[in-house]
């Protein structure tokens, strides 16, 4: 790890950093080509993607999601979403089997991932969580993920991204 990516890594929330480490860490473990973009705070997709000059759909949205069995027993996913596109929470209903999915509150957010809204990675968590992936994402060459940090931005190819959640994720659904 370069000192420039240590010092980066310090100076910013534990929880975060530690999420930061992790998306970097399985980067390099799968031999990954990204490019770090370092920036200003964003805290929108339209705002990062005017940082990172990247095309709306080329930007990775990631949501986390209560999925309701019944009306007290729930589990938690990661929605890795195309950017500029609603999410189908029917579907997902569907695919789940489920009475009703509906995000987690960003307190939620922060005491399951210790991640702000807004700066969810679709990986490096510590827990695993089942993932839905949009399969019209994996229509780009490249997409741009946050990884945990407000203040940062990753590019690096579709299937790559598919290939470290495939092997990050122990439920994977494609929708």
Known sequence: MSQELE???KSNDTA??????????ALIAF????????????????????VCGNLPEQGV??????????KSDFTFCLIVWT?????????????????????????EVKNQLGI??????PFGYSFDYPVVLDKDLLNQSDLFINPGL?????????????TIISNS????HLL
């Open 61 to 70: 949205k990631v949501l986390f999601a209560k999925v309701y069995k019944t």
């Open 7 to 9: 010092k980066s890594i």
């Open 16 to 25: 975060a950093n530690t999420v930061f480490s992790n998306v970097v860490d």
């Open 169 to 172: 994720a122990t439920v994977l």
């Open 150 to 162: 407000h203040d940062k931005t990753i590019g690096l190819s579709a299937n790559d991204l598919q």
């Open 116 to 121: 702000e809204i807004g700066a969810l990675s």
């Open 31 to 50: 031999g990954i080509s990204y490019k770090l973009f370092e920036h200003d705070p964003v805290y929108t997709m339209e705002e990062a993607n005017e």
């Open 83 to 107: 950017g500029n596109k609603k999410v189908d929470f029917a579907q997902i209903e569907k695919l789940f089997g489920a009475k009703k999915v509906k995000l987690a509150s960003p307190e």
